[in-house]
């Protein structure tokens, strides 16, 4: 499109308008005569058409409809869907609403917030009550993300209790048991398929979705496996002692977030209380010590899968937290299932761990609580990862360990040691302290919003 403006020297210019780019050239000939088919003026006000004609800001959602870039970057959403339309999901979600299942606290948070901040506005409140206003929107959104947290830990807590029980009552291995959950959950599939996305992942993350998914199957194969050579509880203190190291160092040099100083301080504490649980005591140290050198390197050899489930655990964390905003949770969970469907058997083979199936009820029950457990408790981790640090939902998740202390006095009820008391109650407290600064509000964070607020409104960009 094509247009010409008289200017004051009696030169006229002519513009050129692209969806993509803007030109201008002069006239340098006196008289100009235009070419055929260009427009030669733009309507006035009191002229015919000056109505029809478009604005600026028409333009410019013209050319924010019409760009390269939103062509490129908008989700290709699979033709597929089991319950309903595509079109017709498309038409009843509000603009502006998430695509995937991820987001709705946060979108339901912001729109409170901004829904606040309207009514300020409009009934002329102080910037200190739309600022309470705000903050009471997140830190409801945020109580519900830490209640997911504390319902995954309880999650995992009993998995361990479970396993432990499978292994020793019902001779069921632990790698079959991965087996078996993996199986059970191949039907997340329909949570996707249900929304019209692709059960693969959109185009052009299908990569990286597979990466994460044999990532997060390979920490559950090196776990599961760790637990034929150790105990239940050194091996799942090693495996979130490394994943709580390792998703802090991680999601720093991979994805540049950092971590506050009260959020390293939590971090350390429960390291410390994770590491007091892992020291020997003085019966077990004589006993190592006057033991063969085969019992020895097979509890190095168990530590080790541990440690190394700990690595693969943190890759997978930091790798969705990647993908938070194209990879809904079912489409993980799914991704997570059938590439454990692949790489649990291949264990069982390398390790020559043998096949025994649950043959009565209590079995079959024990095995199908284990299922529930792990679904919960990857639901509640994964959600969070949309919202919060890796190493923070990890931090979270040593829970855990103290739970299934609990839980497993109140089965099998042996006295645990002075040590294993101390390194759980510090972990329960550093757990504890996190959760309380993130939901508890504080002065100095209210007075510094307001601060940055006030110098926000008297900026000259607005």
């Not at 069921?172 to 329909?190: D, E, H, K, N, T």
């Not at 919202?387 to 939902?393: Q, S």
């Not at 972990?427 to 100095?444: D, H, I, N």
Request: hydrophobic share 45%; net charge neutral.
């Amino acid at each position: 499109m094509e247009s010409t403006h008289l200017l004051s020297g009696g030169s006229k210019k002519r513009v050129k308008i692209h969806p993509h780019t803007v030109t201008a050239k002069y006239a340098t000939q006196t008289p100009y005569s235009p070419q055929p088919g260009v427009h030669t003026h733009f309507p006035q006000p009191g002229d015919e058409g000056y109505d029809d004609a478009p604005s600026f800001e028409d333009f410019g959602s013209f050319l924010e409809e019409t760009s390269d870039r939103k062509r490129l970057t908008e989700a290709k959403r699979w033709p597929l869907t089991l319950f309903g339309s595509k079109d017709k999901e498309a038409a009843g979600r509000p603009q502006g609403a998430p695509v995937g299942g991820d987001g709705g606290e946060v979108a339901a948070a912001a729109a409170a917030a901004a829904a606040a901040a309207r009514e300020g506005k409009g009934s002329g409140k102080g910037v200190g009550e739309q600022l309470a206003s705000f903050g009471e929107a997140s830190v409801s959104a945020s109580r519900l993300t830490w209640v997911g947290l504390a319902g995954a830990a309880l999650a995992h807590g009993a998995l361990m209790v479970l396993t432990r029980l499978a292994s020793e009552r019902f001779q069921l291995g632990p790698l079959f048991l991965l087996l078996v959950r993996s199986i059970v959950q191949l039907p997340a599939v329909a949570a996707p398929l249900h929304r019209g996305e692709n059960p693969l992942g959109p185009r052009g993350y299908r990569l990286r979705l597979l990466c994460y998914g044999v990532a997060y199957a390979l920490s559950l194969c090196c776990a599961y496996a760790s637990l034929s050579f150790v105990s239940p509880g050194d091996g799942a203190a090693t495996w979130r002692l490394a994943t709580t190291a390792l998703s802090a160092t991680l999601a720093f040099l991979l994805l540049e977030e950092k971590l506050g100083m009260a959020d390293g301080i939590s971090l350390a504490l429960g390291i410390l209380g994770l590491g007091l649980i892992l020291l020997p005591t003085a019966e077990e140290g004589d006993a190592s010590a006057a033991a063969d050198p085969v019992a020895f390197w097979k509890a190095a050899f168990g530590v080790s899968l541990a440690a190394l489930a700990g690595m693969w655990m943190a890759l997978a964390l930091v790798g969705y937290r990647s993908l938070k905003e194209r990879v809904g949770v079912g489409t993980a969970l799914f991704a997570v299932s059938w590439t454990g469907c692949l790489l649990a058997p291949a264990s069982l083979v390398l390790l020559q761990e043998g096949w025994s199936w649950p043959t009565s009820a209590p079995a079959w029950g024990l095995v199908l609580g284990l299922v529930a457990c792990s679904v919960a408790a990857f639901l509640g981790v994964t959600h969070a990862l949309t919202r919060i640090h890796p190493a923070l939902v990890s931090a979270s998740q040593s829970l855990e360990i103290p739970v299934a202390m609990l839980l497993h006095l109140a089965v099998v009820p042996l006295a645990p040691t002075a040590q294993e008391v101390c390194g759980n109650a510090v972990v329960a407290l550093s757990v504890g302290w996190l959760v309380a600064m993130k939901l508890l509000p504080s002065r100095g964070a209210s007075r510094r919003q307001r601060e940055e607020y006030e110098e926000i409104l008297d900026s000259p960009i607005k």
